[in-house]
């Protein structure tokens, strides 16, 4: 199961990647393939709803979302959670919080 990654970084220090980072090996150690956004880094002169695309392009291609704390705070993640929740991809981020398996999702 491909999982997208998704949370809060402008305004955080160093973007939030530790988070990110974080998360990828908690989800990797799972079993899970993941898409971290903390591992693209966009110069120059990207507008944020360029970035916004290629974002929903790569969750587009996962399975599943899993959202970072203060996601319901930032603009990128709400738009991430609204395709997410539009495009039928499932949430593993409960899964997670209450300590459940991997085999568990796939039950």
């Not at 990110?20 to 944020?48: I, Q, S, V």
Request: net charge negative.
């Amino acid at each position: 199961m491909k999982v997208f990654i998704s949370g809060p970084m402008r305004g955080y220090p160093n973007d939030n990647v530790d988070a990110f980072f974080e998360a990828e090996k908690k989800l990797e150690d799972a079993g899970f393939e993941t898409f971290n956004p903390a591992r693209m880094r966009f110069e120059g002169k990207w507008e944020r709803r360029d970035i916004w695309r290629v974002d929903l392009a790569a969750l587009d291609i996962c399975d599943a979302i899993y959202q970072l704390p203060g996601w319901n705070d930032a603009d990128g993640a709400l738009v991430e959670a609204a395709y997410a929740l539009m495009k039928d991809k499932a949430n593993v981020t409960r899964f997670f919080d209450e300590g459940a398996a991997h085999s568990k999702l796939e039950e």
